[in-house]
């Protein structure tokens, strides 16, 4: 198992297990939370691969559907039989955040597409899947909501990262390491400390 393979599942693992999470006190039933966690597992690197124009990437191996619907499982009845903490919908995000951004942006780049190419579907691919998920819920997604903390920014920021080491050290496993942890440092930090972009709101300076 490469590690790329190894990411893949746990990019789905935590995609399931948000989607599962955002269930919580919403009367879902067990069918309803088994759906939502696999839309917000695969809908992200479904769009990627559309818009790349190449297979599907769970339509090649089945497995990636087992994962999730495996997470989405256990998590269904860990919710209904433990106290989770309420911050952890916030951490698991980061990570399947971390791991999607990721897993697009080196997709794109070993497709041998430009910067800004790779920048935007990895960016693209890390959000689509919370925005499905959200959407589902009935909620505002969480990248289009006023108060986000770094949530595509710290996405774009490891995309960066990437691109940057593997133009010196091209399909080097630490590359895709020193992305995940980017984006996972900084969405956290943001989340703890209240870090954001500036609001655009000229009626607050006069």
Not at 142 to 147: G, N
Request: charged fraction near 10%; include cysteine.
């Amino acid at each position: 198992m490469t590690l790329q393979y190894f990411v893949e599942h746990l990019a789905v693992v935590f995609g399931a297990v948000t989607g599962a999470l955002a269930a919580r006190g919403k009367s879902i039933d067990l069918f309803g939370v088994i759906v939502l966690g696999l839309v917000t597992a695969v809908g992200g690197g479904t769009l990627r691969d559309l818009l790349l124009d190449v297979p599907v990437f769970w339509t090649k191996d089945s497995a990636y559907l087992i994962t999730g619907f495996l997470a989405a499982l256990v998590m269904f009845f860990s919710v209904r039989m433990l106290q989770l903490p309420t911050g952890l919908l916030q951490v698991a995000d980061a990570f399947f955040l971390a791991f999607v951004v990721m897993l697009g942006t080196a997709k794109t780049w070993n497709l041998g597409h430009s910067w800004p190419i790779c920048i935007v579907m990895g960016v693209a691919t890390g959000v689509a899947g919370g925005i499905l998920r959200d959407v589902l819920c009935g909620q505002i997604p969480m990248v289009f909501r006023s108060h986000i903390d770094l949530y595509a920014t710290a996405a774009m920021i490891g995309t960066v990262v990437y691109l940057i080491g593997s133009s010196w050290h091209p399909k080097h496993p630490s590359n895709l390491i020193a992305g995940v942890l980017t984006i996972v440092v900084l969405r956290l930090a943001a989340v703890r400390w209240r870090i954001r972009l500036p609001e655009f709101d000229p009626g607050s300076e006069r």
